[in-house]
């Protein structure tokens, strides 16, 4: 009877903890991922926020009492000087107009798409009127008031605008923050530049390629994908049946096993998930990134402090649905231990001699 129970335990604790552990965050994962909330409504509301958030970038650089290193200042007030604020700049250049549109638009047939509200079909997504959008003479008018509104370069700050401009590649985030002495051919560069960057943009981008190959018809792919995802339950519940079964020979004692089994599985996912969505709202916050090697520059700690949402978002869609089938296993576990107090104790009788 010990060895049993020895061994229904390892069992238990060595293979069935840990795969119960993994299949709730794969249940919760493939959720979240497949969702169409994931997919189509947070992104919309997401790109519904930024502009204001951008313009919250702008108003927070206006506070003196906000230290920042004078490169990044120097920029921050020359782009305060052009009177263009991003948001106006954005629906001036039609961007705005794109992301609410075409792209909102797309986003929300993907969404009905997902939960069987529409038969599945190939979605383009239009890229050309973002294109328009970066190369628009509004765009054009904004990067020459920007450098224009710098101050005048000192010796040192002259040669590396003319380093720049003669090795025929400019990137914005190494100019120097000043105004060089040939204003035309730095306008120029920065214009090719940003003209070489969009034209690496695919002037499409396709949602459900191949839509024949798709089996779930109507049904809802979010749905259907995560009915299914629910099979993957049947391997840690085999594994911890299997030593329930070994260790305990009472129909009271297999349910208290398997019930304190499939808690010692799902609540450590049940505080992690909750602990990841506080650490991540955190960290995206700006408050670890104030302190990581790969964010030193007071500019990156004011993009996060206004932006940070947007991963918090993010994460937060992603581990809402790990934490949420991580409770609804711990139910169970907790409904079986109850049900084990009201189960007959006594073992079934031996067979008899012959």
């Known amino acids: 009877m010990a060895g049993r129970k020895i061994l229904g335990s390892l069992l238990i604790v060595l ?35 930024i502009p204001a958030s951008i313009d919250d970038v702008f108003a927070a650089t206006e506070s003196e009492s906000r230290w920042m290193d004078e ?6 007030r020359a782009a305060r000087e052009t009177g263009i604020r991003p948001g106006e700049l954005m629906e001036k250049t039609g961007m705005l107009g794109w992301l609410q549109g075409e792209l909102s638009s797309s986003l929300s047939r993907v969404g009905g798409i997902m939960r069987g509200e529409a038969p599945i079909e190939p979605i383009m ?21 920007l450098v224009q509104f710098l101050p005048p370069c000192d010796d040192q700050g002259l040669k590396a605008w003319e380093n720049r ?15 060089p002495a040939d204003m035309v051919a730095a306008q120029a560069a920065l214009r090719a530049e940003r003209t070489r960057e969009v034209e690496k943009m695919d002037d499409s ?24 995802s629910y099979l993957l339950f049947l391997f840690p519940a085999l594994i911890i049946l299997c030593g329930v079964l070994l260790a305990n020979r009472t129909s009271a004692g297999r349910m208290r096993w398997g019930g304190i089994s499939i808690l010692a599985g799902s609540l450590p996912v049940v505080l992690m998930a909750l602990l990841l969505k506080r650490v991540v709202g955190w960290a995206a916050g700006g408050r670890w990134m104030h302190w990581s090697w790969g964010w030193r520059s007071d500019w990156d700690t004011l993009l996060m402090d206004k932006l940070g949402w947007i991963p918090e978002r993010i994460m937060s869609a992603l581990f809402t649905p790990v934490f949420n089938t991580a409770v609804v ?16 104790q006594t ?8």
């Open 165 to 179: 401009l003669s090795a025929g590649f400019v990137r914005f985030e190494d100019l120097p923050a000043c105004r």
């Open 347 to 354: 073992a079934p009788a031996a067979p008899p001699q012959a």
């Open 205 to 228: 981008v396709q949602v459900f390629d191949d839509v024949e190959s798709y089996p779930f018809g109507r049904v809802g792919i979010s749905r259907a994908v995560s009915t299914l």
């Open 125 to 145: 997504i239009d890229m050309r009127p973002l294109k328009a959008a970066l190369l628009h003479p509004e765009m054009d008018r904004f990067f020459e008031s």
């Open 15 to 49: 293979i069935g903890l840990p795969v119960l552990f993994g299949m709730i965050w794969a249940v919760g994962l493939v959720r979240a991922t497949v969702s169409s909330e994931f997919l189509s409504d947070l992104p919309r509301k997401i790109i519904a926020d």
């Open 329 to 344: 296993v711990a139910v169970i576990g907790v409904v079986l231990v109850a049900l084990s107090y009201s189960t007959r």
């Open 71 to 76: 490169s990044a200042r120097a920029w921050m």
